[in-house]
């Protein structure tokens, strides 16, 4: 079964850190660009930063750039995102998300269930 | 930033009946528009993709159309399990992918 699971969410203070974690099972996970997306509470989706197969490319939303990075371990089969400098607004439950390419589209295919990340004093 | 804008807000519509979602970007992003579903406590489903591509599995009353600025997700003979929150997303421009603010459907 093509799975993602994500971990690491929790409570935090405004100014600390947190280390997501997606664990992907059941497909070629170095094939694939990796995603995580948010939703702040009763709020829609946001793209938050994606990464490349080998770990390369990297690409962020500015909301989050020189605080968050994405990183990947393909011999783990995971994805990682490092969130420093929190924030309140950094609030949301996070979603990694398979992306799916071919030269006329992309697609987030498969999601993981989410990790909520709660910043607050 | 491509700004994608959704409408209505909210939609009631009554099951077996035919919705019609908007989704309008601020500038063309051509065909490249992917379409979500999303239901309370879940994660996302991707329904199409490239506009008017039904993803794997999802059923033939979900269609996509429109390109450039304006498209359209039509739901046909609406199933008590269609109703729930629809996302647009665009990938035409980016970083960053940008999504709509949703449109909620909801049982009339």
């Known amino acids: 079964e093509v799975q993602l699971v994500e971990s690491g969410g929790g409570l935090v203070q405004p100014g600390g850190s947190l280390r997501l974690s997606c664990a992907a099972s059941g497909f070629t996970y170095s094939g694939f660009w990796m995603s995580w997306v948010r939703q702040a509470p009763g709020k829609g989706l946001e793209w938050v930063a994606n990464i490349n197969q080998d770990g390369s490319e990297k690409y962020y939303v500015d909301s989050v750039k020189g605080r968050f990075t994405i990183s990947r371990d393909s011999a783990k089969n995971s994805l990682y995102l490092q969130m420093n400098s929190l924030r309140a607004e950094d609030t949301a439950v996070y979603y990694c998300?398979?992306?799916?390419?071919?030269?006329?589209?992309?697609?987030?295919?498969?999601w993981g269930q989410g990790t909520m990340v709660t910043v607050s004093a | 930033e491509i700004v994608m804008t959704q409408s209505p807000a909210t939609l009631s519509v009554s099951p077996g009946e035919r919705a019609t979602l908007s989704c309008r970007a601020s500038q063309s992003v051509s065909s490249n528009l992917a379409w979500y579903q999303q239901k309370p406590g879940q994660a996302p489903r991707l329904l199409i993709y490239?506009?008017?591509t039904r993803a794997t599995g999802i059923p033939a009353r979900f269609s996509g159309s429109g390109s450039g600025t304006e498209f359209t997700l039509t739901i046909t003979s609406l199933q008590s399990e269609d109703f729930a929150v629809y996302y647009c997303?665009?990938?035409?421009?980016?970083?960053?992918?940008?999504f709509g603010q949703g449109t909620k459907l909801e049982i009339k």
């Open positions: 998300a398979r992306e799916i390419r071919s030269s006329w589209y992309y697609a987030f295919d498969i």
């Open positions: 997303q665009q990938y035409n421009n980016w970083p960053p992918y940008t």
């Open positions: 490239g506009a008017s």
